[in-house]
């Protein structure tokens, strides 16, 4: 029986989903094809992976107002090419290749799978009546998390449908006592509680409302800022005569000794996997809904608290409570259990998993089909 081609398409290739395709791309169940593009202006890189089924797009971006629309240039003859079984896409709607890619459903004869992250509570009227139109064009849907489901639901979209994947990362545990001693004394850390944040460093990202919370916490309190971006320079001349928030910047290669150092994580705003790096650590959290994951990666009074309504009092009096009613221990070892359900490997299994399902309903289709059209 001849192996099902399965093409996945992505606006970039950032270097946290790189150990996710790798794997499938290594599959020996489905013959796994991968398209991102170029110049990823998202996470400021352009990786590309050593492997013959990774191909190159262009991609071009148009910014109107907080509104981005996202074109694939000579995307078709690629498809052509590769011939695929199945396709799957990030279900955005203002992606105009996308919509371009279910009108070649029909003419290519391939199932198409939304990659969805959607959570939002309300979409806003236009968005919402272009999502029911555009949902209706997928075969199947490849969820982030439940919330994401949910989202899907709302849709009308059938649960048999869906398959929650629980995005996921691969992480590093080599930890490095050396290097761990020397961030340590670099940043004055000795006998502080020490809260950590790794992301990006954006505007929407709310990192305010965590720094203004520190501030309240006081001096045995230190919080370490690991990431980049846009947002930076202005955060630290806001906070710059704050001694106890100190901003590290991107840390890729050895990120895993701030999560050791650290005694709890927080998420102010939007975000997602580093909740699920916290987990592997051992961390308690403290997290907004984030990307909507942390509905199933944060459980209130067991690993940490999910604060719904952030605010920088409802963020310091949430990790005040972990270190006076001495939680951190009871925290940090429900996280490890979590990180167990939600792992790495298990994400690659579900996406596995979620295709089958989709190629599974398929079959059910046409027999069901074929039994309709018989006398």
Not at 37 to 48: A, H, L, R
Request: glycine letters at 6%; proline letters at 2%.
């Amino acid at each position: 029986m001849e192996i099902k081609k399965i093409l996945i398409i992505q606006r970039q290739l950032p270097f946290y989903r790189v150990p996710l395709f790798e794997n499938l791309l290594k599959s020996k169940k489905y013959d796994f094809y991968l398209i991102t593009g170029k110049n990823d202006s998202v996470s400021g890189s352009d990786v590309e992976l050593k492997n013959p089924k990774h191909f190159k797009m262009i991609n071009k971006k148009t910014k109107i107002k907080n509104f981005e629309i996202w074109k694939h240039i000579n995307l078709e003859e690629k498809i052509r090419k590769i011939r695929p079984d199945v396709v799957i896409i990030e279900a955005m709607v203002s992606n105009i290749s996308n919509w371009k890619i279910t009108r070649l459903k029909k003419k290519f004869n391939f199932k198409l799978i939304g990659w969805v992250c959607g959570y939002q509570n309300y979409t806003g009227k236009i968005k919402d009546l272009l999502l029911r139109k555009f949902f209706k064009k997928f075969d199947y849907f490849l969820a982030y998390h439940t919330a994401a489901k949910k989202f899907l639901t709302h849709y009308r979209i059938s649960e048999n449908k869906i398959t929650i994947l629980h995005n996921s990362t691969k992480t590093n545990f080599n930890y490095n006592k050396k290097e761990i001693n020397k961030i340590k004394n670099k940043y004055s850390l000795k006998n502080k509680k020490i809260v950590l944040y790794v992301g990006r460093i954006i505007k929407s990202k709310k990192i305010e409302i965590l720094l203004e919370a520190i501030k309240k916490l006081g001096d045995n309190y230190a919080c370490l800022i690991v990431g980049k971006g846009d947002y930076l320079p202005c955060l630290k001349e806001k906070y710059k005569d704050i001694k106890n928030i100190k901003f590290v910047g991107e840390v890729i290669q050895s990120k895993e000794n701030y999560f050791k150092i650290a005694d709890v994580f927080a998420l102010p705003g939007p975000g997602g996997l580093a909740l699920n790096e916290a987990l592997y650590h051992g961390l308690p959290i403290v997290s907004s809904l984030a990307d909507g994951c942390a509905e199933d990666l944060v459980i209130n009074d067991y690993n940490g608290f999910l604060i719904r309504k952030m605010s920088s009092s409802g963020l310091a009096d949430k990790i005040k409570y972990i270190f006076n009613k001495n939680k951190k221990v009871l925290y940090a070892k429900n996280s490890l259990k979590l990180g167990k359900k939600f792992s790495f490997e298990n994400f690659v299994k579900n996406f596995i998993r979620g295709v089958s399902k989709c190629l599974e309903n398929s079959k059910n289709e046409k027999n069901i089909n074929y039994c309709r059209g018989t006398p």
